[in-house]
């Protein structure tokens, strides 16, 4: 069985991730990529989750053969070969499940110093979601509803410049609120004409 095209693309933990639908119809991604982000060993991840059922079974690993893109034909499958290497996909919400079988201090011997920071950081962030879950019934994600609250402070200003300058008489005032309502509009990843604000 085959995965399906790519069905879109997802930004986790700073990648781009392509998404493909397993033949059960799951949203999976490759694995390779989260491994070489943690700048861990590929040979060894692989190894540590196809030995264990559990891993496996968990992780929602599929695999599949990979494709010469040249002809478009699927190599042999042959597992007692050692260089047959499938491409290894992962269920989209069992990423951080992943994540959770990593050792910070691993990836930290390894040199990857922000990549280590960044995962001891979810883990407990996790651990502590977990924990609300368990003992509430629910758990919140503090640092969504900050960047939220952030998102919508920043678009509120950004509306409040755009009526600043549509109120100023003066062209060259005009022009330099258009170069900040330009700025704003880049980091809100706002498109807009600006020579349609004049």
Same mark, same amino acid.
């Given at each position: 069985?085959?995965? /399906?095209?790519?069905?879109?693309?997802?930004?986790?933990?700073?990648?781009?991730? $392509?998404?493909?639908?397993?033949?059960?119809?799951?949203?999976?991604?490759?694995?390779?990529?989260?491994?070489?982000?943690?700048?861990?060993?590929? =040979?060894?991840?692989?190894?540590?989750?196809? /030995?264990?059922?559990?891993?496996?079974?968990?992780?929602?690993?599929?695999?599949?053969? @990979?494709?010469?893109?040249?002809?478009?034909?699927?190599?042999?499958?042959?597992?007692?070969?050692?260089?047959?290497? $499938?491409?290894?996909?992962?269920?989209?919400?069992?990423?951080? /499940?992943?994540?959770?079988?990593?050792?910070?201090?691993?990836?930290?011997?390894?040199?990857?110093? /922000?990549?280590?920071?960044?995962?001891?950081?979810?883990?407990?962030?996790?651990?502590? %979601?977990?924990?609300?879950?368990?003992?509430?019934?629910?758990?919140?994600?503090?640092?969504?509803?900050?960047? =939220?609250?952030?998102?919508? @402070?920043?678009?509120?200003?950004? %509306?409040?410049?755009?009526?600043?300058?549509?109120?100023?008489?003066?062209?060259?005032?005009?022009?330099?609120?258009? =170069?900040?309502?330009?700025?704003? %509009?880049?980091?809100?990843?706002?498109?807009?004409? =600006?020579?349609?604000?004049?």
């Amino acid at each position: 069985m085959k995965t /399906s095209s790519i069905t879109m693309i997802i930004n986790y933990a700073g990648l781009q991730l $392509p998404v493909h639908k397993s033949p059960t119809a799951e949203d999976i991604t490759p694995l390779k990529p989260i491994v070489d982000m943690l700048g861990l060993i590929w =040979q060894d991840q692989r190894s540590k989750i196809m /030995s264990s059922d559990f891993y496996r079974n968990h992780l929602g690993i599929f695999e599949q053969p @990979r494709t010469n893109n040249q002809v478009g034909l699927s190599l042999p499958v042959d597992r007692d070969n050692p260089t047959y290497l $499938p491409e290894v996909f992962i269920r989209i919400d069992r990423i951080a /499940s992943y994540f959770m079988t990593i050792n910070p201090e691993r990836v930290r011997a390894n040199g990857n110093i /922000s990549g280590a920071d960044y995962l001891q950081q979810k883990i407990t962030e996790w651990a502590d %979601a977990l924990h609300d879950y368990e003992s509430m019934g629910f758990a919140v994600n503090l640092n969504h509803h900050k960047h =939220q609250s952030a998102i919508n @402070r920043q678009r509120k200003e950004f %509306a409040q410049m755009i009526a600043i300058k549509n109120k100023t008489p003066d062209q060259s005032d005009r022009s330099a609120l258009n =170069q900040i309502i330009g700025q704003m %509009a880049d980091e809100l990843d706002i498109k807009y004409q =600006q020579e349609l604000l004049n």
